[in-house]
């Protein structure tokens, strides 16, 4: 279907899904800092290229929220899991090389996935209390891991591929999210996998009517889920040359609000890629802008709970309406 | 009815029984279903109905008895077992994800994937190849659909039917069970499904129509075949009974040797 053959109730259509609504929010909330801040630095290129690079681990994980989602599953872990990731990484890489700390790192991820979603389907209790319980477990890992003392990295290659290095012009942290972001979107719209995904969270009755595995696809989407928070993790040390326990503690909310915003269900079903990472962006941007305004990190916090219930209201009255 | 040429039974049920715990919901099931024929399943409530249906498309394994298929026994312990011979069960919900669009809920775990072998591998989705056969299918259903891409939830309940057993269809089954389909839908909308049975049939489709609808089952059907507290009482042709002689059986009122 091109472009010229749209008729005009069909673009309407478009223009007021719920996909679209991330567009324009984002798109506002833009233009009024821009207005508000039009004497500092806020519009300019380099303060973007800043945003994007300080919430890539954000976008990361929110991306990996997703498959979460889509299955009808939340993932409270992912905060928990980018700290203990990090500091796995880091003390890896104080005895062995990049590949195996990397490797090491993920496979933290994959674990607590693994867990979350045996004891999900094994127990058939929901995902918020089992990922809230091991949100528990591994925060309480990740103290124990080094006595809440923070892990230095000084392994330059480790810091350039995950943090301040450049790639074809672009910054590392922004290939990483194009990378990621990409594999995700590729995987949720176009492969039969992420049909599949979308399939489960829609009606697992039908799913499993039509032959589709929904146990082990649940559980495939929750260790994305995890191993993106650990991937988080190893661009958060990267970027801060070293790891420590508090990493990834106050993401949990500002995640589940860039992806709510971004026009993905909670309820599972549906998801979208380009709106976690709109979404994502969205909260980076409200961030800097009201760092720049003279807010305090307080008052971000409420700005991102507000964000984060006016997403849920418009998820859950979409919800009602059909 | 002349159907010298589909006269080979499809589907051969032989004194099938399931029990769940101390509860004999199965006793001893016997029929058959020659191809292109329409056979009605009627039963009180309890009767059995269901559990034969859940029987017959994998999702339970009967406990005894025996299930030929096109003549040959089959073992049917999952629903994939039972596509594998040729039965496709069109459920009383459809089993359709709403948020899906209608080409999307005819390939539900049957994609057709890309052409390159790379991509192929991947699970790369060939949406065009897709949308081309579901309309071909649904066309050779004479379904008109306003737009391939609308999602389920914004299509009436007879046009989800159609979609259903289009997807049933679609698969090259050889046995079609319909689980009521006709149970939420209005006057027309029913006339409509019940064409849609006659198309299939006529393609040599055998099909299982669970109803509670008297006048459904003498509209479409060929046999009725009554379930009476776990066995099968009754198995005769529509045309040579009446409703009330149907209910009679179902109530178990009337009684005819099986």
Known sequence: MSIQTLSFNQLKQIALQREAFIYYIFFFVLLFFAVLLHDT???????????????????????????????GHIDLSIGSVVALSALVGALLLQHTGIPLAVIGALLVGVTVGLINGLLIERLQVSSLL??????GIVTGIARQLTNLESVPIINQDFTFFFGSG??????????????????????????????????????????RAMGIKVTRVRLYALIASST?????????????????????????????AAVAIGGTSLFGGRACIIGAILGSWLMGIINNGLILSGFSTNEQMIARGIIL????????KELRHG | MVRSALDQVALELASITKSFGGVHALQGVTFTINKGEVVGLLGDNGAGKSTLVKCISGIHAPDSGEIKVNGNAVFIN???????????????????????????????????????????????LDTKAMTKRARKSLNRLNTRIPSYKEQIHNLSGGQRQAIAIARAVNWGADIVIMDEPTAALGVEQSAQVNDLIKIISSQGVAVLLISHNMQHVVETCDRAVVLYQGRSVADVAVAEVTKEDLVGLITGAKKIAA
């Open chain 2, 78 to 124: 999952s629903p994939e077992d039972a596509r594998a011979v040729g039965i496709e069960t069109v459920f009383q919900d459809l089993a359709m994800i709403p948020e899906f669009n209608i080409v999307q809920n005819l390939f539900l775990n049957r994609e057709i994937k890309h052409k390159n072998p790379l991509l192929r591998w991947l699970g790369w």
């Open chain 1, 309 to 316: 219930v006016m997403a849920v209201a418009i998820g859950v």
């Open chain 1, 41 to 71: 630095a806020f519009l300019t290129l380099s303060n973007f290229m800043n945003i994007v690079k300080q919430t890539a681990p954000l976008t990361i994980m929110a991306v990996g929220l997703t498959f979460a989602l889509a299955v």
């Open chain 1, 166 to 207: 450049k790639v074809l012009g672009m910054p590392i942290l922004l290939f990483w999210t194009v990378v990621i972001g990409g594999c995700a979107y590729i995987i949720l719209n176009k492969l039969s996998a992420g049909r599949h995904l979308l399939a489960v969270g829609g009606n697992p009755f039908a799913a």
């Open chain 1, 228 to 256: 993106a928070a650990a991937l988080a993790g190893l661009l958060y040390a990267g970027r801060l040359h070293g790891a420590r326990y508090t990493l990834g503690e106050a993401d949990l909310l500002t995640v589940i």
């Open chain 1, 130 to 135: 089992i990922t809230l319980g091991t949100m």
